[in-house]
């Protein structure tokens, strides 16, 4: 009976023990639960390598950010931050996130001991601090999470602390004590070229000021206004580095100013809070009164970091720890960008310029759309739905006031950078998901926006238009802004379907199909043209002007609309999967150009830039998902780190970290305006999107581990799936998505693989020719073809009046000749009329080239200088011949010995890229080719501070009895210390040559 009683006992004091543990282990979960995840987010990933992220304070969205600026000129200073610098030059109030050309930086101010330094020390690369406000730093030091940073400013014994609310900076310094002319340096000619600024002492503890900059936006305005925790014990002003005393107020071009602080014992703090708005210094004063009225730091801080959760929360992922710093850190760089450019009384700055108010939405600026219109827009119609709304209310107004919708805005200008018509997807896609606040007279507007913009006549729209593509010799990235023409175009028509437009939807629809007008059926890529010829010699690896940040290789799969058919034209689905294996199979070497953001190679697969993301989901509609399971897996390991270096390439203002967050949950949107997802390989284990109705959509991974990365099968609410595929409405109605992996490939998926597909409305593709060049001796012939082998040819040689034939064979052609052609296949819309001008060299002379032209600009080939065709001032257009670093050295063979009365050759200047004019031509002539006297040297008098492109002709009119004549001219070598491009190599470029 005691023994009973002590196994009772036992098992009780057991059951007891296993309870506290269950009880712990419950508490511990909870506890990690309830852990916030702003904790999981690192802002230094990515401020390493080609990331550009900075590292300082900001809040979702918000018009500020305060960040620490220790690199000032040089590409991977774009966000005025790199984390391998060991000098900080002050704290700038407006960064960029991950983009690829600098601007912002405005409003510099610097915590400093001492006098005034009107200087930052910066010296071009080399980050030097002689004489400088600038200051070392301690790396280790250094603190940074959502909506907080600190450093330790070795220079000075300063402690520097900054947060940040939607429209104010908030900085926080401790001074050594003890130390008298404790100071701030404000810096309003920092960074960029100023156009106007003006700095205003209001009282003691108050100032204000504007600043009107030249960058990447040619006009930004920025007003800001400012309180010190402390009177201003003395203040001096310099006006263009010198010192004019202590003005009220001054305006220029270059003002900087020092303000001096008492630093009593036991008050050795300064506070400063500055507001900041587009419009004018009272806006920067009410948005400072409204969201900072007190000097509470901490509760700042505090609720920065609450902001931070809330938005963070919307998606709650369970994985380890380091998946988890990946996953928050990219969530956190997709909602840094777009930012608010509206003052907290509606008050904004349109791309008009002028102002304007609105209090029924808020207005927005920094839309790096050919980036973001991928995927991180995307992701805003599930997490961030209102704000989408208000994204696309900006478009309009943005088109309202500069009459076309923006493809790169940039604090209310039109950058012109990138391509495409990039609001059109995001505006459709949002449309179509019927987001809350789209009625119906916003989607008439968007809709006119839409159509007007994409019938503009800028970027060679009217080329695309009339020929059914661009060609080269009509706007340079030809056959990328084809394709992403097309692309927007197919969205503009799922719209007008929508919305029962039928005329706009059948112009669209075709235009849609205008992919297939380069895609060449015997290489199988997607190539240039020069009028409706294509254009040799054919590289697949090299970065050129008919692509952007791409080759070949890259582009020939973007057709996210029609893949069913560009599985077709490959040769069906196994040649499809066999051509994506050659792709991420490839060799990583790039030729011609050396483009920066092509980074991240699997193959020629390049995830470090947007016009890759969509590729390794690619298998999934060839029938082999395996393959972009395994692949989608290898990049999220492989190119997203939680190292400061962990982002492959520019984060361009989400992107990159859009196509983590959305891989890692397990699908993509490879077709924005589509509303499907395809199913990749999750990389979380569970997931709840809190979405904005209040439903909840959780994702579960059964058998999740590191190995397992092939998806057996799918559930989406209890059912299986025979596809891998799930639409917007699964997502938005809540419900569950389950993923149940195994360690082997499967053929899941395989048998009914998601397509797109257009199929109304076909068109004939545009058919193009064969000849060996535009130009020619004696004859040519030029064949003629068509990707569809069911169209047939029609032609007619020069006089389209007469009529066309029927092409049968090559057309033998003997004289300068146009020939135009169209095709036409059976229950197809006929081709765009197609044409090449063929022209017939009059001179029987040959050209040797001494000195190599760069492939990138060979302007034909070796007879380009000769063959009679001239280019114009767009050098991207391909119409010059290009040389890199190295001289122009050409001997003309005429033939015979005959009198020469006049030489000529032809010359681009275009400093902005690099192509400067010769410093000096030489002509030299010879009876024999071998022995040559010079009978000229032509100095060059193009000045080359000129930004517009010039052209000037070298001639010498002086009459010699020769067969030969050799033309030297003398390239720069490298470019000027007051270039951008300094130390690089210059270019000359040429293009014919004249003898008479």
């Not at 004018?280 to 007190?294: F, M, R, S, V, Y």
């Not at 080269?472 to 969205?491: G, I, K, P, Q």
């Not at 629809?509 to 007008?517: F, P, T």
Request: hydrophobic letters at 35%; glycine letters at 8%; charged letters at 20%.
């Amino acid at each position: 009976m005691k023994k009973a009683y002590k196994i009772l006992i036992t098992l009780g004091f057991v059951l007891v023990i296993l309870i506290l543990i269950f009880l712990l282990i419950k508490s511990s979960r909870r506890h990690r639960e309830k852990y916030p995840l702003t904790a999981y987010v690192n802002p230094f990933i990515g401020t390493d390598g080609h990331g550009h992220t900075f590292p300082g304070a900001t809040l979702p969205f918000g018009m500020v950010q305060l960040s620490p600026d220790t690199r000032l000129t040089g590409w991977d200073g774009c966000s005025g931050y790199h984390f391998t610098d060991t000098i900080i030059y002050g704290f700038s109030h407006t960064h960029l996130s991950g983009t690829g050309i600098s601007d912002y930086g405005d409003i510099l101010i610097m915590p400093t001991i001492g006098g005034f330094r009107l200087k930052s020390g910066y010296i071009d690369q080399n980050h030097k601090t002689t004489n400088g406000y600038g200051s070392n730093f301690d790396k280790i030091s250094e603190i940074a999470h959502p909506g907080y940073y600190s450093v330790f400013l070795k220079k000075y014994q300063i402690k520097a602390e900054l947060t940040a609310t939607k429209h104010c900076g908030f900085h926080r310094y401790i001074y050594p004590r003890f130390k008298q002319n404790t100071n701030i340096i404000l810096d309003l000619k920092h960074r960029d070229k100023v156009l106007s600024s003006a700095l205003y002492v209001v009282n003691d503890t108050e100032i204000a000021g504007y600043r009107i900059s030249s960058g990447w936006a040619r006009q930004q305005y920025i007003y800001f206004y400012a309180k010190f925790s402390k009177p201003i014990k003395k203040y001096l002003v310099a006006l263009n580095d010198s010192i004019i005393g202590s003005p009220k107020s001054v305006t220029g071009q270059n003002i900087k100013a020092i303000f001096y602080f008492d630093n009593y014992y036991n008050n050795d703090t300064l506070l400063i809070k500055v507001g900041l708005s587009a419009v004018d210094t009272a806006g920067a004063h009410k948005n400072l009164i409204a969201e900072l009225p007190d000097w509470d730091f901490d509760k700042t801080v505090k609720k920065a970091d609450s902001v931070w959760n809330s938005e963070l929360s919307k998606i709650q992922i369970k994985a380890d720890s380091l998946t988890k710093v990946k996953f928050y850190t990219a969530l956190y760089h997709t909602l840094i960008a777009p930012n608010i450019y509206q003052d907290v009384d509606g008050r904004y700055r349109g791309t008009d310029l002028k102002i304007h108010q609105d209090t029924t939405f808020k207005y927005y600026t920094v839309f790096s759309l050919w980036d973001t219109y991928r995927a991180t827009h995307l992701l805003y119609t599930i997490i961030e739905q209102h704000r989408d709304v208000d994204f696309i209310k900006t478009f309009l107004k943005q088109y309202q006031y500069g009459g076309k919708l923006p493809m790169w805005e940039l604090a209310g200008n039109y950058t012109y950078t990138m391509i495409g018509y990039h609001a059109v997807p995001v505006i459709a896609d949002a449309y179509l998901k019927r987001l809350k606040g789209f009625d119906t007279s916003m989607a008439n507007k968007a809709l006119k926006a839409m159509v007007e913009t994409a019938n503009g006549n800028r970027f060679g729209l009217k080329a695309y238009r009339r020929f059914g593509y661009i060609p080269r010799n009509f706007a340079s990235a030809s056959v990328s802004r084809t394709l992403e023409y097309a692309f927007d175009d197919w969205c503009i028509a799922q719209m007008a379907l929508k919305m029962q437009k039928p005329q706009i939807f059948k112009t669209f629809i075709q235009r849609a199909q205008y992919w297939k007008n380069v895609f060449d059926p015997q290489t199988k890529f997607m190539r240039g043209k020069i009028d409706a010829m294509w254009v040799s010699p054919f590289d697949p690896y090299q970065v050129n002007q008919d692509y952007t940040e791409a080759n070949a290789w890259q582009y020939s799969f973007y057709v996210p609309q029609d893949i069913a058919t560009l599985i077709k034209f490959f040769g069906g689905k196994q040649a499809f999967d066999q051509r994506l294996d050659s792709l991420f199979n490839a060799d990583t070497t790039l030729h011609g150009l050396q483009q920066p953001d092509i980074t991240g190679m699997i193959g020629q697969y390049a995830h470090g830039n947007e016009p890759s993301h969509h590729l390794a989901y690619m298998y999934v509609f060839g029938g082999q998902p395996y393959k972009s399971q395994k692949l989608v897996r290898q990049i999220m390991r492989k190119f997203y780190t939680t190292l400061p270096n962990g982002l492959i390439g520019n984060e361009d203002c989400g992107q990159l970290s859009a196509w983590y967050i959305f891989s890692a949950l397990g699908f993509y949107p490879v077709t924005p305006c589509s509303n499907r997802y395809i199913l990749g390989s999750p990389e979380v284990k569970q997931a709840v999107i809190r979405l904005e109705n209040g439903r909840k959509f959780r994702i579960k991974v059964l058998n999740f581990g590191k190995n397992n990365i092939y998806v057996k099968s799918v559930r989406l609410n209890g059912r299986l799936l025979n596809t891998l595929q799930i639409r917007h409405r699964d997502i938005v109605k809540g419900g569950s998505l389950v993923f149940e992996m195994t360690d082997k490939p499967t053929n899941y998926g395989s048998i009914f693989p998601p397509k797109t597909l257009i199929y109304q409305y076909l068109i004939t593709p545009a058919p193009f020719a064969y000849p060996t060049a535009l130009s020619f001796k004696d004859m040519t012939n030029v064949r003629l073809g068509d990707v569809d082998p069911m169209a047939k040819i029609y032609y007619a040689l020069d006089d389209t009046t007469q009529g066309f034939r029927l092409y049968k064979k090559p057309l033998v052609i003997d004289r300068t000749t146009t020939v135009y052609f169209y095709a036409k296949a059976p229950n197809k819309i006929r081709s765009k009329l197609q044409f090449v001008r063929l022209i017939k060299n009059p001179s029987n002379y040959r050209i040797t080239l001494k000195t190599k032209y760069s492939p990138r600009y060979s302007a034909g080939g070796d007879n380009a200088l000769i063959d009679g065709i001239v280019g114009g001032l767009d050098f991207r257009l391909g119409g010059w011949q290009g040389y890199e670093g190295q001289n122009l050295d050409a001997i003309v063979d005429l033939g015979k010995v005959q009198t020469v009365k006049s030489v000529a050759i032809r010359f681009l200047q275009d400093t902005k890229s690099w192509i400067f004019m010769p410093l000096q031509v030489k002509f030299y002539y010879s009876v024999d080719g071998k022995n040559f006297k010079q009978f000229a040297d032509l100095k060059n008098t193009v000045d080359p501070h000129e930004t517009l492109p010039v052209i000037k002709v070298f001639e010498v009119k002086k009459p010699i009895r020769a067969r030969y004549i050799r033309i030297f001219a003398q390239n720069r070598g490298t470019c000027p210390s007051w270039h951008i491009g300094a130390g690089g190599k210059c270019w000359i470029f040429a293009d014919e040559i004249f003898i008479k």
